[in-house]
């Protein structure tokens, strides 16, 4: 057993012999020791350990958060920062000590691929050195939508909504990159609740979507009609087979390579519908004509309207017209 060790066992003791004072003593040389060893993870742990043991050892807390944040300063990287200077200068200290901690690195080669065109991305890429390749793909072909060179951010329009992957992300050039998961934003939530509306206003500079209008590029392969019907879906297995019951909802609008249709639902059990394949069934009135519509497709969005409504984005895995 180490000496940190030992003193979190002696700490521990402390507690369960009554002697509070003590225990928060040596909890807070723990943050301390932790802290000056940049191992911060368990520096705040330690810390929300003596918050548990005595919440009204107020010099403590205090102090042992200025330590953690001073240390966590010393750490920075002052070069990463300047490539992202236009983020990081609207941000607090505290801010910037947990986006940048949040980070990992991640080192790629020319080649690689972080995302396909459909998959369920939760993550968040920082370019710090060479560059990736964003583009989309239609009828065989890639679509280049734009180099992205350090500074630059990606993964965004599928990070902060609930979608699948509209765009594909590949290494140009070997890169370095600095990664944030999605879990990391749920829990800014109540510490730094800012901090996710700073994020995303600085990635909305470099939106997909206004990428894709600024070089004149489209995205979608059919034009879509608004119309009215009863839409009856359920979930299959990755073997096509049928599971569960059969939900319905109303078509909101149809092309020829997919649908989307309003249901009502908890948002956990909408959301859980992203990428699952389903089965639709509709009949609809076209030009007073009863047309009946079924195809199978996969769930490449749910959007949350209001009062428990959802709008679900299905792409057929076969058109209803071949070209």
């Known amino acids: 057993m180490d000496d940190l060790a030992r003193l979190e066992a002696q700490a521990e003791q402390y507690v369960s012999d009554g002697d509070t004072q003590a225990a928060v003593k040596c909890f807070f040389d723990l943050v301390e020791r932790h802290a000056r060893a940049k191992n911060f993870l368990q520096a705040e742990a330690m810390r929300e350990r003596l918050l548990a043991v005595d919440d009204m050892a107020l010099t403590e807390i205090i102090k042992s958060a200025e330590i953690i944040e001073a240390e966590k300063r010393e750490a920075i990287d002052q070069d990463h920062l300047n490539v992202f200077k ?105 510490s730094l609740p800012a901090l996710e509306a700073k994020l995303k206003k600085f990635c909305h500079a470099q939106d997909v979507s206004s990428l894709v209008t600024t070089r004149g590029l489209e995205r979608r392969m059919s034009r879509r009609i608004k119309v009215e019907g009863d839409v009856v879906a359920q979930v299959l297995d990755p073997s096509k087979h049928l599971l569960g019951k059969p939900f319905h909802g109303d078509m909101a609008d149809i092309s020829n390579t997919g649908l989307s249709f309003c249901i009502k639902a908890t948002d956990k059990s909408a959301r859980i519908l992203l990428g699952r394949q389903l089965k639709v069934k509709s009949t609809l009135n076209v030009g007073g004509k009863k047309q009946n519509v079924e195809r199978t497709g996969i769930t490449v969005a749910v959007t949350p309207l209001f009062f428990g409504e959802f709008s679900l984005h299905i792409k057929f895995n076969q058109p209803l017209k071949s070209s």
């Open 86 to 190: 236009a983020l990081f200068d609207t941000l607090t200290e505290e801010e910037t000590n947990a986006l940048y901690f949040a980070q990992q690195s991640l080192t790629l080669e020319a080649g690689d691929v972080l995302y396909r065109q459909g998959d369920i991305n939760t993550r968040l890429y920082f370019i710090v050195g060479g560059q990736l390749k964003l583009y989309f793909s239609r009828e065989g072909k890639d679509n280049l939508i734009t180099i992205l060179e350090p500074g630059g951010i990606a993964g965004q329009d599928s990070f902060f909504a609930t979608t699948t992957c509209t765009t594909a992300l590949a290494v140009q050039s070997r890169a370095e990159l600095q990664v944030i998961e999605r879990d990391h934003v749920a829990a800014w939530k109540e």
